[in-house]
């Protein structure tokens, strides 16, 4: 059947709602966690590329997995998948609190962990894009806003848990927290077909079937139901010659264009917000005071990624939206760049503000830009290969701006 006109609102409000709290999830988490690592460094007699590893596999489990996710939502559809991964995310937290080496962590809180907020993550975003169209641009900024939200309130959580439970505590803890995945995997209602129309389908079958002789069924169904003949026709197609994964999508040159340079700024976009924590510590900050760096960063980056999605929600700024998106890459850099020298602890709160306002920019326009450039029936193929991509670019770059 032709694609359903997205309502932009209405019950799309509450599936932005839900992939809000999973992107907080997918992308604080493995931030949150490093307030556990010198913790965990003096329990297994660990450095510091040791514990960032945790983190790192995380994160490429976020976006190795993506095209699994794709070929999973693809057969069985978004809620199921994400329910799967609400269950496995927590279960990998809770297994971690009973570890006693750190390659036991690298296998829970890890891959398992990982591969649960993957198979939640991805299809929250295809979900998004379903419900929204002409708000796209603000949704895709709300949503990413999860992020930064989560991670102010995640990383003082942790520290807090830290004192009260122990590290061991306080994954267990965390792993509850997770179950909150389920629920969100739970309102993505499938935006198949309009509510009229599946009561209209509904009634008609059962018409169908009390009405009709057994022998005249088949046929007489035809001309009674029609269009439902018509919908059931079309739809059992796809499901026989059904491509699981589009590849097609590698002869669009700026989508292989995006891949690349996303590639190249992941290698360092999440090594500060890993290793900011440790790094602070050891220059004689306070434990507390270096957790509340991150949540400076959380707090900046709330309110620059719905601003970020609204300007580009422009009517003159949206069929430009790469460029805005090429500005929030070329920003993050130089914060990077220009901030590296930042030895006292004012000097690392000035950092962490230009480096929130550039982070959120690129967290608000990454997707969109992605979905500009492939459209949205691609969309799911697309963001699972690009993740793909980008988990080499996570896996190695935390590791080795620890070493």
């Not at 942790?158 to 439970?165: D, N, P, S």
């Not at 022998?215 to 059992?236: A, H, L, M, P, W």
Request: glycine share 12%; hydrophobic share 50%; charged share 15%.
């Amino acid at each position: 059947p032709a694609p359903v006109k997205p309502p932009d609102g209405g019950w799309g409000w509450i599936v932005l709602f839900g992939c809000f709290v999973i992107t907080g999830f997918s992308y604080a988490f493995p931030k949150a966690v490093s307030v556990y690592f010198k913790e965990l460094m003096k329990d297994f007699h660990v450095g510091y590329s040791d514990t960032a590893w945790i983190s790192s596999i995380m994160l490429a489990m976020l976006y190795g997995t993506g095209p699994v996710c794709s070929i999973m939502v693809n057969q069985f559809g978004c809620r199921p998948v994400m329910l799967i991964g609400g269950l496995l995310a927590s279960a990998g937290m809770i297994l971690a609190s009973f570890t006693t080496n750190i390659i036991e962590l690298y296998l829970t809180a890890g891959v398992l962990t990982g591969l649960g907020m993957a198979l939640n993550f991805q299809p929250s975003l295809i979900m998004l894009g379903t419900y929204f169209d002409k708000r796209r641009p603000l949704a895709n900024g709300l949503a990413a806003a999860g992020s930064p939200v989560f991670l102010s309130s995640l990383s003082p959580l942790g520290q807090v848990l830290l004192e009260k439970f122990g590290w061991r505590g306080g994954f267990l803890i965390m792993g509850g927290l997770l179950l909150n995945c389920c629920t969100c995997g739970a309102v993505m209602r499938p935006l198949d077909m309009g509510m009229k129309r599946k009561t209209e389908k509904a009634q008609d079958k059962y018409e169908a079937k009390e009405m009709l002789p057994i022998g005249g069924k088949s046929e007489e169904g035809i001309s009674t139901t029609d269009g439902t003949k018509k919908v059931k026709k079309v739809k059992k197609k796809p499901k026989k010659g059904k491509k699981l994964l589009d590849f097609s999508i590698f002869s669009n040159r700026g989508f292989i264009i995006y891949t690349i340079s996303k590639f190249i700024l992941v290698l360092g976009l999440f090594v500060p917000p890993i290793l900011l924590v440790n790094y602070a510590k050891d220059t004689g900050v306070p434990d507390t005071e270096a957790a509340f760096l991150l949540s400076i960063i959380g707090f900046i980056d709330i309110f620059a990624r719905p601003a970020c999605g609204m300007v580009a929600g422009l009517k003159w700024v949206r069929p430009h939206v790469a460029y805005l998106f090429s500005f929030a890459m070329l920003f993050n850099g130089l914060t990077d760049i220009c901030s590296a020298r930042a030895s006292n602890y004012t000097g690392l709160v000035i950092f962490c503000v230009f480096f929130g306002i550039s982070y959120g920019m690129v967290g608000a326009l990454q997707f969109e830009v992605l979905m500009a450039i492939v459209g949205s029936q691609k969309f799911s193929s697309a963001i699972g290969l690009v993740l793909l991509i980008e988990a080499f670019a996570v896996l190695i770059g935390p590791p080795s701006a620890g070493r």
